[in-house]
């Protein structure tokens, strides 16, 4: 069913009572071409392009809470592709430039928004840093910018710009076309495409196991019953770990939890998203007027979904010094993802030891601008049985070949 | 509307918390009112004829108070001006105080007139979710057209302007028992808690303790709950061991019993934030127990157009009247289906309100109250549910009530009958506040007689108990609060006070009435009346597939306002299950996340802003250097001078003196900045062949070694001169900005991996001053001083420590260089570093010292090809990139990254290396990050680059790809606006043999 305004006006004829299901609520089947596990952006994502891009549609995708109810729909959506390195840099803009054409091509509404994305540069040191990834971006012809410090005065109007900050604003590095999306509108939008192709998306379906004939992987085990499969993709982030352990793998990652708040609503204050690396901090104004924050994640190992205070007074207080009035104003809620942490900070998307058994995750705290992307080249990657060129940079093959793609010089806070 | 006459009589009874000895005067929306001591904002602003406070969010409907506390969706409101202006505050829980300015909010131009209302004549086109099926063309529109007009329409309050002028402060404690509610089972659980001798703290989100007691009709020890819970607070607060606190909320339970109280102490009384008083604390507390007697919040049920000013809780109805002396109407009428609501009809009655009849859904109850109320001539309808509301003014003002006759799972109203009324109080009966209970993992379960999620387990020591806990009755109440007292006590006992048990007729949860033409087909009933979720929409998102509860709320935004779904959750929980068939459980659970209501930032940052925001670490020669110049650069935590500009000199100029007077002459550095470590045990060699990647054990002592550290992925991550001190005693040093990172990494190793190693890592970076005395008449300023050190080259030669006295200072002094100069390190105990500092000045006066800043020092150690970690290394550099293979030990079994320098991509030939470079153009000073492509391809980037007064040419190191193999190639760099071409040479671009420092 197509959605625009005239349908709208159509339906609210009817009082909305002809609107059919975003996607369907359908039976688990006993076999698949190929089953996903996990329903969060990269998740359906893969499954979106399997069935546009490769014509795979016989696929379920097991979610076992509801759909997009994980990181996808806890974070704080900044999306930018200024990335250091090469293989980064490609993955990031390919995502980017789908973004940019999502809600037409879903025919649903993502909201898009580069609204703008500055990063701050707070010390020398940090300035230094971006003036490197500027250069690195402007040889592989991103659209970005340093900034000095009035000109971020002018786009971020209630910065403290004093000069006795303990951090004085030396300028920014600036992305005019990186910004934000609507998390559940991704997820949804996928999901409703997904759907729309045939591909079963079934919630309420944890993985309990994973079978293995040999080297092959020849199943999965759900707590709504056994699926025989030739192909299995784990796209399941913060519990990545335990269930590539269900066919004996294991994963170079950690997982933490990371956290983020919202103020109660205000009238507009900011209109970019800013990151304040130095002191650990994030802010955008959500259409609804929220001021969305975020920071660093937790220190420490945990599946708990819950994260420790001191991390959010951490963020609050950093976020406090670099915007003044946010000291009068309220938080509003707050909440943690368990993300999945590689050592060199970058994703993986790979192909395994087991025969059909693939893997996407460690996105860690910034894999939502990349969800088009890492779907897109994932999807090839799984359909064509070898890694697509943009995905084979981030193979498990580089934690033994010590082939990292470090961004930490990019970014101190990885969003 | 009109100015009506709400304020009660003195002589009605009504308003036991008002001085009417105390008027306050006061603005809403700039007319001038007044109100009484004792008032909150919501009160006054009533008794002064405005029912009408705020507007919603996506319809603009005009909405007056609905609830009696913190929970308001409605009634939100701006306090203050400039940069003491605080938006979205609920006006029920507002202390009002002479001089009040006061503001509605989401409204234009003003809250009688708003032009957003036009959304509501819409609203059909704007059903949950529209957003996501339009604004899609065309495709930039949505960034640049609609989204901007939603921007500007959304949002709640205007947000202050400026710094806030107010302080904020946070307090640790620990206590024995945290009683989290000052309500009758609260106060039962301190007091039996505290009878056992406890440290309790006691702590209430109103002004006073005695939750609803004072709005209560039942009797404690044969006196009013109120005169009790007065008896009661007055105790506790006489106690020694129980701390009492008002305007006080738990906002967060977290792991460990560990709790955030958040403590307003001057917002109800500008005065106190004048003479100094911190506006909120946050109190983190570390309880031993935490008993919860969080109450019960009163729900409402849902009927058509339920939003209209006039419509409100029945406790919110009670408490104006009683609390504050406030009618909520002329004449109401009473919507029930649980006995609660006849304390209310009585209360009204008693002090003169018009009460048009009590409609009660339930077909025939019978209780003491329900007589008491037809005694007292109030008409009582049964069977009967509000149907919807006839207004006027804009919906403003309410007419009739209609009323219709209620059958369960009926959608539409057969017959129904109007009956004049203003306003309506409506009781859907009690949710346990369980919020607590959730935060740290708590569960709940659905309670089929209450009709309520109450809770059920938790692994934390925690109780709840009273009406948090689902139980509705006094008697109940206060049973599970001393038994949760007593239970974190200990053995005394408190006698029990009486209650006479009165029999309740059970409440029949009822979420939706039914309307004249079925609910969703134009009538509205608010489920989440600030956010304008109606029933339609719930049954929307079920039907367009968003089926988990959690869909749901995100489709329709249920639950996000303000009050978190405080009134919105179980009642759209109810409808859903009503529309789909199924149980409320079925429907899903719901649980919460921290923060309890919505608290300040301004709290959470506490002191730490501003001055006390990562405070600025000095050295003892800190005030000097500030004296002297005010280029000071962020390194770290610390401040330090980046060069000392003389007379009208430039930076740059500078710069260049100081450098020059390093090779020339001699130069003073404060180094106290870099990380100092003492390593000390018997394993403490062993320890640093692990960490370090070149060999430390056979280091002897006295002599200073340089090393490298990697990090597991082997990779640079720190270096630095390590000096043994004695056999077990080792100094490491550390680059200025990693001495916390690496202590940290160090305690990391020991505790996690190595705890079989017997070796004590202490950080002692701020305990010592340490200067270089670094140029070729280093020596002779040392043998000025004055030393029982042999400072020979013979007897201390380069890379050697020793440790004794100059100028009577007691010091350690290494031989240790960054300039490749002859260079001395001198560290004294932190105190004295002041004082050595200017005996050297003194000293060296004749052989022209003078001390150089951070950027010589870069300029000084780039001139020998010196790395810094952070700059030359960027997290994937390894030791043979920067041409340092000579420290990594071949002969040492392990150490961290040994392995991972062996993988492939590590050892293959090709990869960046350090590299000096040497612009073609000697003028020509490469930007720092500065990219080399070749073949479009970039191959590295500069790593450092400086102008060097020494050779009188820029220099620069870069990382490039198979570097050091191309020596005397060209590359070139391209920039925005040009190309910089430049030589490889060798990054030791001055003294290659070491011959200066080695003297
Ligand atoms: C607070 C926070 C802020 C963030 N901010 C940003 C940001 O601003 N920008 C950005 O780009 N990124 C951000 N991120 C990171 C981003 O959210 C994630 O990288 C991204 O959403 C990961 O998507 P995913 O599909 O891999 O994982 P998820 O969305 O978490 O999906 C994984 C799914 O797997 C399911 N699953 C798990 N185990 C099983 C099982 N046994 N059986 C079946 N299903 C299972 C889960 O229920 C879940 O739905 C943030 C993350 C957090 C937590």
New interface residues.
Partial sequence: MR???F???RQ?LN???G???????PELKPSYDAVIIGAGGHGLATAYYMAKEHGMTNIAVVEK?????GNT?RNTTIIRSNYLQ?ASIAIYDLAHKLY??L??EF???I?????GLLMLCQ???EL??F??????N???GLECEMIDRQRVKELVP?I?DRDDA??PILGAYYQASG?TA?H??VA??YARGADQMGVDII?NCEVTGLLRDGDQIVGVETTRGTINTKKVAVVTAGHTSHIMQMAGVSMPIESVCLQAMV???????IDVVVMANT?HGYVS?S???ELVIGGGADAYNNY?Q?G??AS??HT??A???TF????????????GGIVDMT??RSPIISMTDVKGLYVNGGWGTGGFKSIPGSGFVFADTIANDRPHPIAEPFGLK?F?????I?E??ASGVAH | MTGKPYRLPDDSGAGRLLDRSKPLSFTFDGKKMTGYAGDTLASAVMANGRRVMGRSFKYHRPRGLITMGSEEPNALVGVGTGSRREPNLRATQVELFDGMTSVSQNRWPSLDFDVGIINNHMSRLFPSGFYYKTFMWPKTFWHKVYEPVIRNAAGLGVAPDGVDPDSYEQVHVHCDVLVVGGGVAGLAAAQAAAANGKRVMICDETPRLGGIADISNELIDGKSQLDWVREQAASLTAADNVHVMTRATVIGHYHHNYLMIFERLTDHNPALAAAGAPRHRLWKVRAGKVILASGASERTMTFANNDRPGVMLSSAARTLVERYGVAPGLMGLIFANNDDAYITALSLKRSGVGIARIVDVRENPQSEIITAAQDAGIETMFGHAVAGVETSAGGKQIDAVKIAPYVKGRGRVVNEITVPADFIAVSGGWNPVAHLWCHNGGKLQWDDTLACFKPKSHDDDIAIVGSANGTMDLAGCLKEGYAAGEKAGGKARLKKPRVVVRKQAPVEPMWFSPATGKYNEGNKHFIDLQNDVTAADLELAQREGYESVEHTKRYTTLGMATDQGKNSNVPGMGIIAEATGKAVPEVGTTTFRPPYTPFSFGAIAGTQRGKLFHVIRRTAVYDWHTSQTSVMEPVGDWRRPYCYPQGGESQQDAINREILNVRNNVGILDASTLGKIEIKGPDAGEFLNRMYTNMFAGLKTGKCRYGLMMNEMGFLMDDGVTAKLADDHYLMHTTSGGADRIAAWLEEWLQTEWYDLKVYVTPVTEQWSQFAIAGPNARKVLEKLGSDIDLSHEALPFMAMATGDIAGFPVRLFRISFSGELSFEVATPANYGQDLWDKILEAGKEFGIAPYGTEALHVLRAEKGFIVVGDETDGTVTPHDVGMSWAVSKKKPDYIGKRSLEQAFLTEPGRKQLVGLATTDPNEVLPDGAPAVESGKLTGHVTSSYWSPTLKRSIAMALVKNGSERMGEKISFPLADKVIEAEIVDPVFYDKEGARQNV
Avoid at chain 1, 65 to 69: A, M, R, S, Y
Avoid at chain 1, 111 to 115: I, W
Avoid at chain 1, 263 to 269: G, N, R
Avoid at chain 1, 400 to 404: C, D, Y
């Fill in positions: 959605y625009s305004i349908s709208l006006a609210a009082y909305h009572k609107w059919e299901k975003a996607w369907r609520s809470g509801w759909l997009g109810g729909g090469d940019a054409d809600s037409q025919n649903y509404n909201m898009f928004s580069p609204r010390t020398e040191h230094r840093g003036q490197r990834t500027a250069h690195a402007r040889i592989a209630i403290n303990r951090y910004g609507r559940d509108g949804w939008g919630q103020s109660e609503p205000i009238k507009p204050v002191v104004q259409d609804k007027g708990a819950r420790s205070f959010l007074e609050a207080t976020l406090v010094e003044p009035i946010i000291s009068r104003l309220k938080m509003m809620r707050q909440w050592g060199d580089r033994v070949r010590g082939e990292f470090d930490s010089v």
